[in-house]
């Protein structure tokens, strides 16, 4: 999709994912350790950057639009913590290699099934020996609950397609399941979701 498509999206000030960061990276603080280097893929308005921030974390926040990383320093200077802010389109980014303990990729499904296979590959580059993979998404069937993501099905992940993609690391953690959430306007109500947790080996 096209910055000027983003740029829409984050242009009203209201925080359209809101300023809590993402429930099931919260869930996983346990795997933090302050001074780990973080990389926050499409963050967009920063709540999970800002998130890893307060947890101790050397973060850099990636994102494509302009008025969503505006938005995203601002909740920065409000929580009082200091991250690094790139304004970059992550599929034609230069990403950086073997540099994070940690890569946050949450709802990154503007990603087409070709687009994805890249994107995944770069995530996977940027984690050091060692360094951790947290990502949610939704599975096909958030489709029809129309509650978040867009309207395309292959956009989304299955366990399978997930299991195959990061056959190359250690899954902790991978689980597809429904909840109710509520993370702004754009994503609220009952959603199909997928959680995984990887460790590069």
Known sequence: MSGSFWDAVYAESDYVFGTAPNVFLASQKALLKPGMRALAVADGEGRNGVWLAEQGLDVLSVEYSAPALEKAKKLAQ???????????????????????????????????????????????????PGGLLILQGYTP???????????????MYTSDLLRTAFSDMEIMQLVAHEAFI????????????????????
């Open 78 to 128: 409000e929580r009082g913590v200091k991250l690094a802010f790139q304004i970059a389109d992550v599929l034609t980014w230069d990403w950086p290699v073997s540099t994070y303990d940690l890569v946050a990729a949450i709802f990154i499904q503007f990603a087409n099934p070709t687009e994805r296979s890249l994107l995944f590959q770069h995530m996977k580059n940027a984690l050091k």
């Open 141 to 155: 069937k958030q489709v029809e609950y129309k509650t978040g993501g867009p309207p395309c099905a292959e956009n």
């Open 182 to 201: 509520a993370e702004g306007t754009k994503h609220y109500g009952q959603s199909a979701l997928i959680d995984l947790v990887a460790r590069k080996r």
